[in-house]
């Protein structure tokens, strides 16, 4: 009945915080999900000197997912913690340096390139761009107010305080149908607000939720409001073919609206795309020469992790010709010019 | 039955193998009514087991009530990771699921005496004069809750004004109700300030200084 997770976020490198001062590293990875972790697999084997920022979520989306069924080489599919955590091993086993903290800032202007966290500001020659992607938010009064005291993304984490409520949840793919199944083992009631007038999710957890007596469906339905005064009260919803609006009486919101890419931090540096993802040629290249983007973050389309890791691959297969044609001695004053007039 | 299945003893054994100082697993238990105090000390344990660093000591809340209070524990089943001193790390509920990688993380901070702050961090926590009680609350299936209960109990090694706790709330449902925990993580600083989710350490710190000057 108990399980022990070694989530990858373990490893800490206490006495080398102090030894980064000063130095400038050949390559810093900004995630440690499954791109960020790959990269830094092939970088550290390439004898490339990486360091890894992995942010909040160490190991990245997987971390978060029971277990992954179509990752090549596990037959019986493998926990997403702990597929991610042999991700880390080896590239440990490699020689890169992870280190827990959060990128705030980065100046991909000037070289060496500078990445700041809220503990140090680090210095590289190449920068692997692997933020990934993070659950979308509805964008409605009310839904920062309640984050994380009514308002969740993660059912897994905040189900048990819902036993006997009433909970929403928001969205009608795969995640939004697993994650209302889910939740009826504590709630009492369970309402799915969709936007459309059907489901997107898999046959099968379309079936089990239509089956389940707890799960109920408001259709052709958005939120507009969460309403409450201290705790949650309810969601003022619209439906979108009449205009009616009514108030559905929930205790808590569960939104599972679709994944946006984490890229603020790098808009009017990297060119985005409309939606928000990085734009990358197909050898993980950007507009800045010597920042290379991979996974969720540069994917609308596909977003799975063992593209996340090929793309990651790549990335760093990429870094190293990059810096074998413009080694350390050389890329302040060549780089910004030389390469920038070939790569564009 | 172990509670920790071959793989993973081989990996705590390894991320033991380089321990600095001595560390004591102090944990309290009761013959009767505590949910899941037999799991927690057959955790404390097994750890023990896995390392010449690691001491386990068992009492039981009620029979070394004194001792309880020596070690400011209110509630069972509790560790308390005692390094060098106490710097007030504790463990309150099993850390099972994700917050295992928390009580691994204590074991080798305590160990080494030595957290990871920014240094206007570590200046902030320098500068406290009144005590502050930092209690993160968790579930075991809770992925970004590592990080909150790691960065208080940094705060907690840094500071001997600090303490710092986490609480499984499935197993201190009153507390959870008490603190109006609603999602988790949530750190809740001297029973008043709180901070929702992951939060960096600029942001806790801040709310820290608040509920410092609040007071
Ligand atoms: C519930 C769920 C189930 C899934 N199931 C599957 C499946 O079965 N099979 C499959 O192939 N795929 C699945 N996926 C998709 C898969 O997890 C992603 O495609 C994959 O994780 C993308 O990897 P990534 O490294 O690009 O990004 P992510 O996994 O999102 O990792 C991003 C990393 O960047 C870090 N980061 C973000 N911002 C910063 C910052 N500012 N500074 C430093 N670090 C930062 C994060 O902490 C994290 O470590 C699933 C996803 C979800 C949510």
């Not at chain 1, 490893?11 to 830094?40: F, H, M, S």
């Not at chain 1, 993660?154 to 994650?179: M, P």
Request: proline residues 5%; negative net charge.
């Amino acid at each position: 009945m108990f399980d022990f997770k070694l989530t990858p976020s373990l490893q800490e490198t206490q006495q080398e915080t102090e030894k980064t001062r000063g130095r400038v590293y050949d390559l810093i990875v900004l995630g440690g999900g499954p791109a960020g972790l790959t990269a830094a697999i092939y970088a550290g084997r390439a004898r490339v000197d990486t360091l890894v920022l992995a942010g909040s979520l160490p190991g990245g989306q997987p971390a978060n997912t029971d277990v992954v069924d179509n990752f090549p080489g596990f037959p019986e599919g493998l926990e997403g913690p702990e597929l991610v955590r042999r991700f880390q091993s080896q590239a440990e086993r490699f020689g890169c340096q992870i280190e827990l903290e959060e990128v705030v800032e980065v100046d991909f202007f000037s070289r060496p390139f500078t990445v700041r966290t809220h503990r140090a500001t680090y210095q590289a020659l190449a920068v692997i761009v692997a933020t990934g992607a993070s659950p979308r938010r509805l964008g409605v009064p009310g839904e920062d107010k309640f984050f994380g005291r009514g308002v969740s993304a993660c059912a897994t984490c905040d189900g048990f305080f819902y036993r006997d409520k009433r909970v929403a949840v928001v969205g009608g793919g795969d995640s939004a149908v697993i994650e209302a199944l889910f939740l009826t083992r504590f709630a009492r009631e369970v309402v799915i607000i969709h936007r459309r007038d059907e489901l997107r999710a898999t046959q099968i957890y379309q079936e089990q939720a239509f089956a389940n007596p707890k799960i109920r469906v408001a259709w052709d339905t958005v939120v507009e409001e969460v309403l409450g005064d201290q705790t949650v009260s309810g969601v003022r919803v619209r439906n979108v073919k009449t205009g009616e609006m009514e108030t559905i009486e929930v205790d808590g919101v569960f939104i599972y609206v679709g994944m946006d890419p984490k890229t603020e931090l790098f808009a009017g540096q990297l060119d985005l795309d409309e939606w928000g993802y990085i734009v990358s040629d197909h050898r993980q290249r950007t507009n800045v020469p010597g920042v290379f983007a991979a996974g969720d973050v540069q994917d609308p389309l596909y977003r799975q992790v063992v593209v996340a890791a090929g793309t990651g691959a790549v990335a760093a297969m990429e870094v190293e010709k990059f810096l074998g044609e413009y080694p350390k001695s050389r890329i302040d004053k060549d780089v910004s010019t030389a390469c920038c007039e070939t790569e564009l | 039955m172990p509670l920790l299945n071959e793989e993973i003893t081989a990996q705590v054994k390894e991320q033991l193998s380089d321990l600095e100082g001595p560390v004591r697993l102090v944990m309290f238990t009761q013959e009767f009514e505590c949910q899941f105090c037999a799991e927690t000390r057959q955790l404390v344990e097994e750890i023990a087991a896995l390392s010449d660093h690691v001491t386990a000591e068992v009492y039981d809340f009620v029979a070394d009530q004194n001792r309880a209070a020596e070690w400011s524990i209110d509630k069972i089943p509790a560790i308390a990771v005692i390094g060098a001193q106490d710097d007030g790390v504790r463990f309150y509920g099993i850390p099972s699921g994700y917050e295992f990688t928390s009580f691994l993380h204590a074991i080798k901070t305590v160990s080494s005496g030595r957290a990871e702050l920014s240094t206007e961090g570590v200046q902030a926590l320098a500068e406290l004069s009144e005590p502050v009680h930092i209690q993160v609350f968790v579930t075991p299936t809770c992925p970004y809750c590592p990080p909150a209960v790691m960065l208080a109990h940094q705060m907690a090694i840094s500071s001997p004004m600090v303490r710092a706790d986490m609480i499984e709330a499935t197993e201190f449902p009153h507390l959870a109700i008490k603190y109006e925990v609603m999602g988790v993580p949530r750190t809740v600083i001297n029973e008043t300030t709180h901070v929702e989710g992951a939060a960096p350490e600029p942001m806790v710190l801040e709310k820290l200084q608040e509920a410092v000057q609040g007071a």
